[in-house]
């Protein structure tokens, strides 16, 4: 599989890929090839009515176009979301300038309990985002979290803070136990007079110290936009290094616009990396090598257990950390990953689907984790958290990171927007939008809305 994904047709001495993708004027779907070109990949859209445009691809460098492409043909299914975004309302309480979600909705929409639940019905995942606009604006979102929570989810929101700031607030909406996404661009006052258009910061600052007071798990979303808060990766790694694994991770997310995102406002990956570098011993082997265990452990517990496994995105890279000593260590440096992985790839393709095989797949994942330690310090670390790990594995939830103590993870994570959509990665995605009449990928959904929002005006 990886090979006939991997290779390529020469034309003209240049390896062309070819692939599907959206005309960007009629939004049909046409043939699209992707080309190494001297600055980088591109994808070259030909649609029959409106011609030919060249754009750069998602994944512009190369060896990380090559690299996703390899953890996409690493997977075992194609489009089984496991996380799905779910509009709670669509007003916010705030207008970051920045932000893809509109500034004005009309009319405001509020969806009933009763509505957001039948509409879930068709998410087969084991997670659920609750989304907007802001959430909390959202007078029912404890009810709503309890809902999905009862009906087996693992229920997260997405939150600018605002209101997470108020300790009485906070206190009501722990009891429902949820993970929190928080939305923090900087921890400059002046970035986030420009990033926010207003001055919220110490409100965000509060509503981290409220989360994690009232031990919630919270995952820190850091949108990074060129020559604005690049600056900021390595003074959140600090905050992650200082939180003591009470943050349980950070994504770093590409300043995105659905309609089209400029290639000046894009931190390219291998910069975010250098950047986390200067604070994390770490490399872009190590982010493939933690992704790619990911996904292959992620894979085996759906076999051994015929439920949970965490289904890892097709875009994102992800770095598993370990807090130990007042430093974070990529799990690399416990572990041989690239050893571990191959013998879990080979304990999945070996699986049969009985009894004996389950057996003897979880006495062989147990030799091969054994087989691979390489500091003899993790092993009690494997003691400290295996109370936690247990239960998570033979359920309905997944192992992850934001889940067990002292443990944390940085991932990296891009959008296709309408410029560039490779068909080939889209059916790979884990992560999908609950809309009317089922799920689609997410930013599938949020192109094809952006382009409604300008055929309207």
Same mark, same amino acid.
């Given at each position: 599989?990886?090979?006939?994904?991997?290779?390529?047709?020469?034309?003209?001495?240049?390896?062309?890929?070819?692939?599907?993708?959206?005309?960007?004027?009629?939004?049909?779907?046409?043939?699209?090839?992707?080309?190494?070109?001297?600055?980088?990949?591109?994808?070259?859209?030909?649609?029959?009515?409106?011609?030919?445009?060249?754009?750069?691809?998602?994944?512009?460098?190369?060896?990380?176009?090559?690299?996703?492409?390899?953890?996409?043909?690493?997977?075992?299914?194609?489009?089984?979301?496991?996380?799905?975004?779910?509009?709670?309302?669509?007003?916010?309480?705030?207008?970051?300038?920045?932000?893809?979600?509109?500034?004005?909705?009309?009319?405001?929409?509020?969806?009933?309990?009763?509505?957001?639940?039948?509409?879930? $019905?068709?998410?087969?995942?084991?997670?659920?985002?609750?989304?907007?606009?802001?959430?909390?604006?959202?007078?029912?979102?404890?009810?709503?979290?309890?809902? #999905? *929570?009862?009906?087996?989810?693992?229920?997260?929101?997405?939150?600018?803070?605002?209101?997470?700031?108020?300790?009485?607030?906070?206190?009501?909406?722990?009891?429902?136990?949820?993970?929190?996404?928080?939305?923090?661009?900087?921890?400059?006052?002046?970035?986030?007079?420009?990033?926010?258009?207003?001055?919220?910061?110490?409100? $965000?600052?509060?509503?981290?110290?409220?989360?994690?007071?009232?031990?919630?798990?919270?995952?820190?979303?850091?949108?990074?936009?060129?020559?604005?808060?690049?600056?900021?990766?390595?003074?959140?790694?600090?905050?992650?290094?200082?939180?003591?694994?009470?943050?349980?991770?950070?994504?770093?997310?590409?300043?995105?616009?659905?309609?089209?995102?400029?290639?000046?406002?894009?931190?390219?990956? $291998?910069?975010?990396?250098?950047?986390?570098?200067?604070?994390?011993?770490?490399?872009?082997?190590?982010?493939?090598?933690?992704?790619?265990?990911?996904?292959?452990?992620?894979?085996?517990?759906?076999?051994?257990?015929?439920?949970?496994?965490?289904?890892?995105?097709?875009?994102?890279?992800?770095?598993?950390?370990?807090?130990?000593?007042?430093?974070?260590?990529?799990?690399?440096?416990?572990?041989?990953?690239?050893?571990?992985?191959? $013998?879990?790839?080979?304990?999945?393709?070996? #699986?049969?689907?009985?009894? #004996?095989?389950?057996?003897?797949?979880?006495?062989?994942?147990?030799?091969?984790?054994?087989?691979?330690?390489?500091?003899?310090?993790?092993?009690?670390?494997?003691?400290?958290?295996?109370?936690?790990?247990?239960?998570?594995? #033979?359920?309905?939830?997944?192992?992850?990171?934001?889940?067990?103590?002292?443990?944390?993870?940085?991932?990296?994570?891009?959008?296709?927007?309408?410029?560039?959509?490779?068909?080939?990665?889209?059916?790979?995605? *884990?992560?999908?939008?609950?809309?009317?009449?089922?799920?689609?990928?997410?930013?599938?959904?949020?192109?094809?809305?952006?382009?409604?929002?300008?055929?309207?005006?």
């Amino acid at each position: 599989m990886m090979n006939s994904l991997l290779s390529g047709k020469m034309v003209g001495g240049i390896k062309q890929i070819k692939t599907e993708s959206l005309c960007p004027t009629c939004l049909k779907k046409t043939d699209a090839v992707v080309i190494e070109e001297d600055d980088g990949m591109i994808i070259r859209i030909t649609c029959p009515i409106h011609g030919t445009v060249d754009n750069p691809h998602l994944f512009h460098d190369p060896e990380i176009y090559t690299s996703m492409r390899a953890l996409m043909a690493a997977r075992d299914d194609k489009w089984v979301p496991d996380a799905a975004f779910h509009d709670v309302i669509n007003r916010c309480n705030m207008n970051c300038p920045q932000c893809f979600i509109p500034k004005v909705q009309s009319p405001e929409t509020k969806p009933t309990i009763g509505q957001l639940e039948s509409e879930a $019905k068709s998410h087969k995942g084991s997670i659920i985002y609750l989304f907007g606009g802001e959430p909390t604006m959202q007078e029912d979102l404890t009810e709503i979290i309890e809902l #999905f *929570s009862k009906r087996g989810y693992e229920t997260s929101f997405f939150t600018n803070g605002l209101k997470m700031a108020d300790i009485e607030y906070a206190e009501k909406i722990s009891r429902t136990k949820p993970m929190v996404v928080l939305s923090i661009d900087t921890q400059d006052q002046k970035q986030g007079l420009e990033i926010y258009g207003a001055d919220v910061l110490h409100e $965000k600052i509060f509503a981290l110290d409220n989360i994690i007071s009232l031990n919630l798990p919270v995952f820190l979303n850091v949108v990074l936009r060129k020559g604005l808060n690049e600056n900021q990766i390595q003074k959140f790694i600090e905050l992650l290094k200082s939180k003591d694994g009470k943050v349980r991770g950070i994504s770093f997310s590409g300043y995105w616009n659905p309609s089209g995102t400029k290639q000046d406002d894009i931190v390219p990956v $291998k910069e975010v990396i250098e950047k986390i570098k200067q604070e994390i011993d770490c490399s872009l082997e190590d982010f493939i090598d933690c992704t790619l265990f990911g996904l292959y452990f992620s894979q085996l517990i759906r076999k051994i257990t015929d439920s949970g496994g965490r289904r890892i995105s097709a875009c994102y890279l992800r770095l598993y950390l370990v807090h130990y000593h007042s430093r974070l260590t990529p799990l690399n440096r416990y572990i041989n990953l690239p050893k571990l992985n191959e $013998k879990l790839r080979q304990i999945y393709d070996n #699986f049969q689907g009985t009894f #004996f095989s389950r057996h003897k797949a979880v006495i062989a994942t147990a030799i091969a984790f054994s087989m691979s330690i390489k500091k003899t310090s993790f092993i009690g670390i494997i003691i400290k958290n295996i109370r936690y790990c247990t239960p998570i594995a #033979f359920s309905n939830r997944h192992p992850a990171t934001m889940l067990i103590p002292r443990t944390s993870s940085i991932v990296i994570t891009r959008y296709f927007d309408l410029s560039n959509v490779d068909l080939e990665f889209i059916p790979y995605c *884990s992560l999908g939008a609950i809309e009317e009449g089922g799920v689609m990928p997410f930013c599938l959904r949020e192109i094809m809305r952006s382009a409604k929002r300008s055929r309207e005006g």
